[in-house]
Each structure stands twice: as C-alpha cells, then as structure tokens.
C-alpha cells in the first residue's frame, strides 16, 4: 500500500533455488538479516524441476530435497504482497538456474500491472569454483530487475563484510562445497548485511511510493 509503509517496516521476500542446500543457508541468514533490520520476511523455495533420476544422482541432492520439503514454494502472492526482495540461486554456466528463471517468467501478469515496479531487490549466488560464474549469474539476473522497474540495490563495498566474503560488488557470492553442505561464516555475516540493507532500502522506498510513480495517459508509471 502506497504510502502507507512506516520507514523500518518493510516487508521482504527471499526467493531461491538450492539443489544441494548451500542456498538454502545463506537465504536464511540473508532472512535473519532481514528481520534484524525490522522487516517481515517471507522465505521460499522455488518448485524444482529436475527429474527424479538427476537428483537421485547427487545424494546431497537428494537429501536436501526431502529435507526442505515442508519449506513453502515461491507464488505471486509472495511477489505482490513484498515491498523488497532478495533472489539466490547456484550458478548454472554462468547464469540463472532454469528453477528459479522459470518462476521468474511466471511474473508477467503483475509486470503488467505495474506491481513489480519501485521495489528494492538484490541476489545471491554461489559456484562450485572461485571463478564459476557468480558475477554473470547476478548480473543476468538483474536483467529481469530492469525489465521490472525494480531498484537494484548492491552490496558494493558499503560494509568491511563484503572484503571478508570475497568482495563481489553485484551481490552476495560464495565458492560451494561440492562434498558437504556448509557454508562459511564470512558469507553467512555478509548475507545478514545483504539482507538488512535491503530491508532499509526497501522500507524507505515503500514508505514513500506515491512519491515515485509519475501518472501517465494510460495508468502509472
């Protein structure tokens, strides 16, 4: 609601995709962040689409499916209902998994209508190697945001957090284990930076968004 949001308040949805659970970590402490910040936070997980003989493939892939199971899958309510949102995803040949990009491409009808527009947004992504793509993965990524009329709000060097996690100026990124799922405590510090930042971002936008849509000949913009 337009200008009806207190400074503080905002509301944020973390939105990823994790096949073998790194994600889901910093998409949590990317939450925690969030909260810290003030906000209301809704976590979800996009639907997977692989079939069941890839993911039997990888057994953390497998475990981490049955392990988040009851973790709620992304909609458009969630899309509609945040002032702010954070996108994670691992790598996939340097650009968004398919998962994630298919969720994505379900949003035209609130593009349409405007309501993706004027809301902060930033991402996370993580690689098996140092140098597996995570830059071009968020960068494609903000593509969409731009489609969107979202304001992308990176991380930069605007905390000492980013230097320790790698210094990636776009988003949050991190190199992935490929035997075990853990994630190391520098990314889990800059996620919960990541996450507050946003909130703070997206709470001063909402609070003042009949501020920032101009009235047009055929609606808003």
């Known amino acids: 609601m337009a200008g009806n949001v207190k400074e503080g308040h905002a509301k944020i949805a973390i939105i990823y995709y994790s096949a073998t659970g790194h994600a889901h970590l910093v998409a949590n402490a990317v939450a925690e962040g969030a909260k810290a910040a003030g906000a ?35 909609t458009l309510d969630d899309l509609e209902w945040a002032d702010g949102y954070v996108f994670g995803t691992g790598t996939r040949y340097g650009v968004v998994s398919a998962q994630l990009k298919q969720f994505l491409d379900t949003a035209g009808p609130l593009w349409v209508q405007g ?13 098996g190697n140092t140098h597996g793509g995570q830059e071009t993965t968020i960068l494609t990524l903000y593509n969409v945001m731009h489609h969107w009329g979202a304001v992308v709000v990176p991380p930069g060097y605007t ?22 799922t853990k994630v190391p405590q520098e990314i889990l510090t ?18 003042n968004r009949d501020k920032l849509i101009v009235p047009t000949e055929s609606g808003t913009a």
Do not use: C, M
């Not at 800059?190 to 609070?207: C, E, I, K, Q």
């Open 40 to 74: 209301e936070v809704r976590v979800r997980r996009v639907r997977e689409l692989a079939p069941d003989e890839a993911i039997d493939s990888n057994p953390l892939w497998r475990k981490h499916v049955e392990a988040t199971k009851d973790v709620p899958i992304a």
């Open 115 to 127: 309501k993706l527009s004027n809301k902060a947004v930033s991402a996370f992504t993580g690689a």
């Open 159 to 180: 905390d000492p957090s980013q230097y320790a996690s790698g210094g990636n100026p776009y988003g949050l990124s991190y190199t992935a284990d490929q035997k075990e």
């Open 190 to 207: 800059s996620a919960r930076y990541l996450g507050g930042r946003v909130a703070r971002f997206a709470s001063v936008l909402a609070a």
